[in-house]
């Protein structure tokens, strides 16, 4: 990679138009291993654990906005019974402690204020600098120093529906991380690629609400993943709400649709996918949201929003073994195994490796980039020209 | 410029003559900007190499395609060889149709003598009456007619318990080396009064859930953990039938009400298995659970599967202090304990085969143990090759992911148990089951190695915008500057050629 990086380098040093034709073929690639892995055995519905990985990528205060759809979320799944020890929160900044909050502690993503978000009982994993695009990576492969607390890991298995909820400024197949850096679509297609190479799922929920959220899952490649964006290539993603008191926008348009239809979803509902994305007006959010489901061997109208917004609805009732069974032994037996009380475990936060990568130019439009491309084109022409005419 | 006319003699100063003018000085700081630019070439080199170290492929590979077989040797203790010809075509055609149950096991059956020096086999003594077993050893009525095929399938159902229809729901939990266990007792609202306030939970493990730990000692370590609440409201409200409250199949499924109760510690990052009691309030008493068909079920308790086991119980008469009543803690980690052997995956009897009383000193039998030994080697023993192949694959797939010596440590030290599993797996069950457990331990930890993470992708644009105004705004003028003193240095020549 690094030496075709450096011939890259010095051959687009010395003529620039070159890049344009050679971004293409990660693609190829991509759908080679679609097309090997689509073979493989999928595992059907049953999963024994539910996990949701929430993320707010995005700080400041006029991105009120993005926390409050990732806790819009945390309190849906909440509320629907994932536990705590299975929902991974990420939030960028904390606004509910901020100084222009003019309701401190509090969040809300309605202008009524109906409902505290930031109510009494929450547990945010990953606050402020830690959520880095590193720190997400390593949640999803495992990948953590063993210091890492229990409340920090994703610890699913083979038989784990995992729901993961991405929010923030994206743009086509990026998403920014607290303004200096940027996870790829690549980067969470390996992602999940590792995780199913490690049996870390049974299947995954991916959503996401950002500008050009559907080039986000485009590169997926990795089989039993259901895809959902708010909105397609060059189109933004609108917010929903302004409440004025807070003086900023409070939720995402898509967020707030799809939250709007859980909120009528209970524990033991069986509403589908199918239903929830009927429910969702491109109008009335002012983008086209997309849906990926060749990964997926299920149709939507077999998915229950419980298989990923919900604890697992699976019991079995087993009998009682009689009273006086004899098959129960009574030998006192010396104590040999550690026991313990329930002790708090007090996590400390880790100090976050933080990655310093910062880039010029976030504008992507393909107009943009044309022109760029045409006008460094022309630069590198009149300097060459220029030194060439003065001999 | 030698080759210039000379200066006419008005000009003060002649600029080639200037010390800093001087070709040789020019010409020696653009060669000091290249020389250092090729120079430091090596260093940026490996300042920003990843270290990947080579993974042995081969070995993976070979190790990963092998299958294991264990073998199960079954000593027939009778001088009729006929019979034992019998049962031994028998057991080949049960193996031969049912090929996937049977996976992974190489059953055979020999004669007493021929088991004389083997270790870790079953014998199969005549006896006339309902067969029982007793250690390794199943007494059973080999004289009676059809005795052969019922032989059979009672072997079938002692050695390969394991079938998709004894484990529906997928109950038994995954392996781990470590488990905790959690023991709850949770009071809906002790306000309401006869809450119960505490419980003799020592005294109940030491009764009924050590011996099963002790038992497993082999396969896991368990950690205990014990808590009593007093209020753990649920999240719905049962159905109240006459003189009874009652929860709904439906209902049942959400019954654990997480966003309230806290059932564990997060002291550690192994799996939990929870045991929980919970005492209904006493404005909802007695609590049953209602079957599919609106029944109610003889039964208060159930199991989440591979999360744990669930007890509802109304205390039948409360101490002074509150305390559980013996009888009852009896009864409920009696339960437990079946719960619990349920979740790890200890088999059951077939209802056909009882244990003789000298074999009830343990809490389950060999034959139990060693369906359980052979599960989960044969489980790890998959999970370690999957897991070595996925690693292998990703290392090559991904050209940014680096390896460290602590990864390919791991990967090899993996490889080598599993080579070990393959060698020992002839001669003790128990020593096949250590090795592959911790080459699977090995091969996962490699796997999550916080180390083995890759570089993020960066598309090749995003490249050509970092480097591009660093290495073209210096880069182009040290070139030209290069072209140009190569220039004058051969038209100086060529001038110096013409004058000689």
């Given at each position: 990679m690094r030496l075709s990086f450096f011939l890259h380098l010095v051959i687009g040093i010395l003529s620039w138009s070159w890049a344009a034709a050679s971004t293409d073929s990660q693609e190829q690639i991509v759908k080679d291993f679609f097309d090997k892995n689509s073979n493989s055995n999928n595992e059907g519905s049953t999963h024994t654990n539910n996990w949701a990985v929430l993320v707010c990528a995005s700080r400041y205060w006029f991105n009120y906005r993005h926390m409050a759809n990732a806790l819009g979320m945390y309190r849906t799944v909440k509320r629907l019974g994932i536990p705590d020890s299975n929902i991974i929160l990420m939030l960028a900044d904390d606004v509910s402690c901020n100084q222009r909050n003019k309701f401190p502690g509090s969040v809300y993503f309605t202008p009524d204020r109906g409902v505290d978000l930031y109510g009494d009982n929450i547990e945010v994993d990953y606050r402020g600098y830690e959520v880095t695009v590193e720190n997400f990576i390593r949640v999803l492969t495992g990948r953590m120093e063993?210091?890492?607390?229990?409340?920090?890991?994703?610890?699913?298995?083979?038989?784990?529906?995992?729901?993961?909820?991405?929010?923030?400024h994206g743009g086509n197949e990026f998403l920014k991380f607290q303004d200096n850096e940027e996870i790829s679509a690549f980067d969470i297609a390996d992602a999940f690629e590792q995780m199913y190479q490690k049996k870390r799922y049974n299947e995954i929920f991916f959503m996401i609400d950002t500008c050009q959220a559907n080039t986000m899952y485009s590169k997926f490649y990795s089989p039993n993943i259901l895809a959902t964006g708010s909105s397609e290539l060059g189109e933004s993603s609108y917010s929903h709400a302004n409440d004025h008191d807070i003086g900023v926008a409070v939720i995402d348009a898509y967020t707030h649709y799809v939250l709007e239809y859980m909120e009528n979803v209970n524990k033991t509902s069986h509403a589908s996918m199918q239903q929830l994305f009927s429910y969702i007006d491109p109008v009335k959010i002012n983008s086209h949201f997309g849906v990926r489901t060749d990964l997926f061997t299920r149709s939507l109208d077999n998915i229950r929003l419980t298989d990923f917004f919900g604890g697992v609805a699976q019991a079995e009732i087993v009998s009682r073994p009689e009273t006086d069974n004899t098959n129960i032994n009574r030998i006192e037996?010396?104590?040999?195994?550690?026991?313990?009380n329930i002790t708090e475990a007090h996590s400390r936060p880790r100090l976050p490796n933080q990655q310093t990568i910062s880039w010029w130019s976030y504008a992507t439009s393909p107009q943009y980039k044309q022109l760029r491309i045409w006008s460094s084109l022309v630069m590198l022409g009149g300097l060459i020209g220029l030194v060439f005419s003065r001999k | 410029m030698d080759s210039s006319p000379q200066p006419p003699p008005t000009s003060p100063r002649d600029?080639?003559?200037?010390?800093?003018?001087?070709?040789?000085?020019?010409?020696?700081?653009?060669?000091?900007?290249?020389?250092?630019?090729?120079?430091?070439?090596?260093?940026?080199?490996?300042?920003?190499?990843?270290?990947r170290l080579s993974l042995p492929f081969n070995g993976v590979r070979e190790q990963a395609y092998r299958t294991l077989e264990l073998p199960i040797s079954i000593c027939l203790d009778t001088t009729d060889s006929t019979f034992r010809k019998e049962v031994a075509d028998l057991l080949a055609r049960k193996v031969a149709e049912n090929s996937s149950r049977w996976?992974?096991?190489?059953?055979?059956?020999?004669?007493?003598?021929?088991?004389?020096?083997?270790?870790?086999?079953?014998?199969?003594?005549?006896?006339?009456?309902?067969?029982?077993?007793?250690?390794?050893?199943?007494?059973?009525?080999?004289?009676?007619?059809?005795?052969?095929?019922?032989?059979?399938?009672?072997?079938?159902?002692?050695?390969?318990?394991?079938?998709?229809?004894?484990?529906?729901?997928?109950?038994v939990a995954q392996y781990s080396s470590r488990y905790r266990l959690a023991f709850s007792l949770l009071n809906e609202d002790a306000t309401t009064g006869d809450g119960v306030m505490r419980w003799k939970v020592q005294?109940?493990?030491?009764?009924?859930?050590?011996?099963?730990?002790?038992?497993?000692?082999?396969?896991?370590?368990?950690?205990?953990?014990?808590?009593?609440?007093?209020?753990?409201?649920?999240?719905?409200?049962?159905?109240?039938?006459?003189?009874?409250?009652?929860?709904?199949?439906?209902?049942?499924?959400?019954?654990?009400?997480?966003?309230?109760?806290?059932?564990?510690?997060?002291?550690?990052?192994?799996?939990?298995?929870?045991?929980?009691?919970?005492?209904?309030?006493s404005t909802r008493r007695p609590l049953h659970i209602l079957t599919k068909d609106e029944s109610i079920s003889p039964s208060n308790a159930f199991i989440r599967p591979q999360w744990g086991g669930i007890i509802i119980h109304t205390p039948t008469s409360l101490t002074s202090t509150n305390e559980?009543?013996?009888?009852?803690?009896?009864?409920?980690?009696?339960?437990?304990?079946?719960?619990?052997?349920?979740?790890?995956?200890?088999?059951?009897?077939?209802?056909?085969?009882?244990?003789?009383?000298?074999?009830?000193?343990?809490?389950?039998?060999?034959?139990?143990?060693?369906?359980?030994?052979?599960?989960?080697?044969?489980?790890?023993?998959?999970?370690?090759?999957?897991t070595l192949l996925s690693i292998v694959k990703l290392v090559n797939q991904l050209e940014g992911m680096p390896v460290?010596?602590?990864?390919?440590?791991?990967?090899?030290?993996?490889?080598?148990?599993?080579?070990?599993m393959y060698d020992t797996s002839h001669s003790s069950l128990r020593q096949t089951f250590e090795f592959s457990a911790r080459s699977f331990n090995l091969a996962s930890r490699a796997f999550s190695n916080p180390g083995l993470l890759a570089l993020l992708y960066f598309p090749t644009e995003h490249k050509y915008a970092v480097y591009t105004p660093l290495f073209a705004t210096s880069g182009l003028p040290l070139f030209f500057a290069a072209l140009r003193e190569v220039k004058r240095w051969k038209e100086s020549r060529l001038a110096k050629h013409k004058k000689a």
């Open positions: 063993p210091s890492v607390p229990r409340s920090k890991r994703l610890l699913t298995d083979e038989r784990s529906n995992v729901f993961v909820y991405m929010t923030g037996e010396e104590e040999v195994l550690s026991e313990r | 600029p080639s003559k200037l010390f800093h003018q001087k070709d040789s000085l020019r010409r020696s700081i653009v060669a000091v900007y290249w020389t250092v630019i090729v120079l430091s070439i090596p260093l940026w080199w490996t300042t920003t190499s990843i270290q996976a992974g096991t190489a059953p055979s059956v020999k004669s007493i003598t021929e088991c004389a020096g083997t270790n870790d086999f079953y014998t199969i003594k005549n006896h006339n009456s309902s067969p029982y077993i007793d250690g390794r050893q199943l007494y059973f009525p080999l004289e009676e007619p059809n005795a052969s095929s019922q032989l059979v399938d009672a072997l079938a159902s002692l050695l390969v318990p394991y079938t998709t229809s004894a484990d529906p729901d997928r109950r005294e109940g493990l030491r009764a009924h859930i050590k011996p099963i730990l002790k038992r497993l000692h082999a396969l896991h370590n368990f950690t205990i953990e014990s808590q009593v609440q007093f209020h753990a409201p649920l999240a719905f409200s049962p159905r109240q039938i006459e003189e009874v409250y009652a929860i709904s199949p439906e209902d049942l499924t959400v019954f654990i009400n997480s966003a309230e109760w806290t059932l564990s510690s997060s002291s550690s990052n192994d799996p939990v298995l929870h045991l929980v009691l919970f005492i209904p309030s559980l009543p013996s009888k009852d803690l009896d009864i409920i980690f009696a339960t437990f304990a079946s719960q619990l052997l349920g979740l790890l995956g200890v088999p059951q009897l077939p209802s056909t085969v009882q244990r003789a009383p000298s074999d009830l000193k343990a809490s389950f039998s060999d034959w139990q143990l060693d369906a359980l030994l052979r599960r989960r080697t044969l489980e790890n023993a998959a999970g370690s090759q999957d460290h010596e602590d990864v390919r440590d791991d990967v090899e030290n993996a490889l080598s148990f599993l080579t070990k």
